[in-house]
């Protein structure tokens, strides 16, 4: 496995990550995400990434039931949490959503309960909320960070600017800013962490942590005949994905990639996620998984990074047309 | 004549304002500018944009014997010049480009002299300078304002997080940020200030001195049928902005917007120009003009403005198809 | 016994003071050391050091046990600990060494359970880590002091460049640096004690707690005729100390030394730790120990210091030569 | 011409630059000084290097004739001063002298006089003065900043704590820390560039103009074989350079770098200047003439470059024996 400094932070993450979104409790069971954890763990991966909304609070149970029983040494892996979308769904009452001092406090608290932990490693706002002025986030991280509750803050889906103002308040008042945003990053969707971010990665140094590196599964191929029942799209409350990426235009661009990984005789899935990787801005990639082989097989995408010369590259950006252009200057 | 706040700083500039680019010196001589000058200050106009490049350097020599020549109360205007991208064009040497402290600095003095003024109300970064420290810009500014040779200053063509960069420094240190950007903006060209900026606009609270509201004459409809020899497009050295503007989908969107204008009973150029206006985050609109009733018929933009109600704004959308789509957070 | 302030700061240490390392586990067991450490107490030691790399953490559980025994009042003793190269040896895995906050963290916490104590009144990085952001030291740091955790934080063969560096940092958040520097000294290994520290303590002033003032031993004598079975030399795992000590030159210069503390009628042992805390920039000078006679020999040094005239002072300087050139300046 | 940025600053700087120390005034007169400024420029120099000190006042003086007569645009060049040593040698009057608020006030005044400028580009610190507090110094820097009298400010053989010590100050105070040191630097004096400030530029990225690349002339190999009549050796008043630099040791040393220059094609003076620039944490070495063809010479050292393969630079190292250990972390 190798190891990435996150953005200008001295903690050192896997660049293949682990993460419980969609699959934890609402696909796998405990036997599944317990087998699924140690061989991530054993192969190296050093970070475990949840969210209260995740499940609605479920996944986050069930993966601190597996660290329990594990129990590996704290220091030798890190936990995240996610804060903003609260975990009750239509039945969230006011201040059990959003980034006020009190729901960010609560749901690190309840994280930690949750999870079984003393601390979060990261602990991220899950969206940015414009309702709530950007000092009073960045103070109550800095109190959690204080409070030993947490060790790194984060952003997720935050836009350039944002993530800048943050810093911006931090500046003004002394205070630690965000240190990473976990962004949506796979070879259809290009643009944030490949021309707005740039100037983030250069100033204040960001890491990233990404999410989606499949496209919700859209880059394994597995969609290219249509949804299969056992698949996520089928799965209810996700009609959102499927409007994303169900896209006649789309399709045809993962067919010719599933073309070309055959050439580099690599699957596609595997591709994906090492072109993710390839980026020296990506700290680290999030694996979801139900399946052990599944799993196995991603972790190849380390071994397929060779596989990416400038040449395969150059030809990758043009079947899949989303390399952003940038400015000038 | 509408006065707005540039920005969240107490300087009231006029809606519409004139600038020289392109025109001065190579379009017309020093008796058409005087002329052109009168009209916009007579009509209420209370900004005068400039810059080191702009005809390298004579532009600014023009304006500056023109303002001394109409010899108005300096407290009735505001006069703006912009460093980066030197004057001497080849003959540039190391240290007479850029935005160093010894650049910004003797740019200013430079301008300071060819415009006969005491003061610059407005001194730009007329692009951003990745080799310099955003920390070298934000000081040098702050000790122009110290010393008493620039009011207020700004950016142009940053990206958001630039901007936000020079902010977080400046909030570090306890200094003035930039108060002021000068964006492209119109109805081709909207991304930037409809929604890289939005941030900014409600963090920071930038101002922004638009240019190019015309598209560079393509939205006056004038290259609807080819371009005529006595326009910007015929001139020497403006070849990137024929590439730019003169594409056949382009010429069709403002053929279609030409009579939209025409139901509309108003001129497709005083459209859009009003158009941009219509936008509360734009402080001003440049105008160029060669000619005197190319002047007097865009300065009938604020007279416009009733004409662009919702409906009439959603029709102008959907005929050039720009809107940039915002994030949902 | 004399105490002295360290640094700049109001904390009175011993100028003698005891340490753990190579010693604790190693060399002694429970018995002996608890023996130690009470002529230690009892003679006015008031600070005793150790660190999470002695004897992979057993240093520091050696210690914990015995200090619980003792019951000293614990307003009457110091005690550190060192973050920086882990306790695994080998197996460490990534953020399992270093001095990202994650390490920092959780090694103080490790420290406080080993040594069954409530906080460190010094807690020092062991040593610099250019991979990790200086702020998130000085951050972390002050966060451990504000969660009660430490009192005082420290560098340990840190440049005097590095040490300033994070002054500077800490000036500008407004945050405690470093108050406090354990560097190696002795009269073979003097230029950063009298050379490159001589700026820092006169500007941010700061302590310094001195291991190795017998040079590994060597300055005992006990190596002028080999290296018996029962020294530190001969231990498995410190051959680089052997490398670095068991050289003709130095060796000639120790038995030079030797001649002449017979003529002052003194050990050499006790000139050498006399002539350390002779110097006025050394707050304490860390004593090792396996044997009850040789600690109670060592604790004489602070009777040979009227030893130690200027002349005594001069001869030694000419029979080392290792007394560093001042710059005019 | 190569051209680099000072440190951390803006500022762009030819690798080469033109210093006036030793031979303005005291070896050179107007003629020779005018016709190797106009050498030195016409090849691409930019930087002007100058003291109070050197020739009690009149090297300046001699400058300033020259540099009006040239009428060289302002903005195409730099030139610095330094203060410390005060101009009238044993008849300094207490504030003629040091780093106080007055003398550095005033030297600064009368430099400008000197040079007939109105602005210096380097303000040095021609010393440390330990008698002055750093803030004095830091503070007084900034308010010739402010004033428009001086655009950067630097250090001139201060320790690299000393250096940060500035910084720690200008970062607690918001102000601008030295950005630039001028150190001696060559084959025979390495250990403050390679070792010393490697920190420093690291963190706060001190930008450096060397002095005395050629060792006073030792490394032109013309003392080879003793002390020519006409050379600087031979001036009154610097014995101190002859006792520096005469040695057995040193002059063997440049013997057989002679040799080595000789196979390579290249005069070893060519060599030993390409060899400062190598280093990149060099901005600037500055080389001195009395000779039209000594400076025609030296500017071809920027051709020697591709001569110092990884395999010369090993070679030359071998033989000057100088190269800094540097410590393990």
Redesign the interface.
Known sequence: ME?R?MG?????L?VLSFGSWVTFHKQIDDSISDELMGIAYDNGI?FFDNAEVYAAGESEKMMGRVLKKKNWD???Y?VSSKAFFGWRGKQNKPNQTGLSRKHLTEACHEALQRLQVDYL?LYFCH????AVP?EEVVRTMNTL????KI??WGTS?W???????A???A??L?L?GPSVEQPQYNLLHREKVEK?????F???GMGTTIWSPLASGLLTGKYNNGIPDDSRFALEGFDWLVRQWMEPDKLAKVKELTTFADELGVPVATLSLAWTIKNPNVTTTILGATKKEQLTENLKALDALPKLTPEAMNRIDEIVGTKPEL?E?
Chains 1, 2, 3, 4 share one sequence.
């Open positions: 190891y400094r200008k932070t001295g903690l050192q896997s050093n704290r220091t030798s890190c490693d969206r940015p909320d414009k950007v960070i204080q409070q030993g060790l790194y889906e836009s350039a600017a944002e993530i800048m103002e810093h911006r308040i500046a003004q002394g630690i707005d971010y740039l100037d983030i250069r100033t204040v400015p200057y």
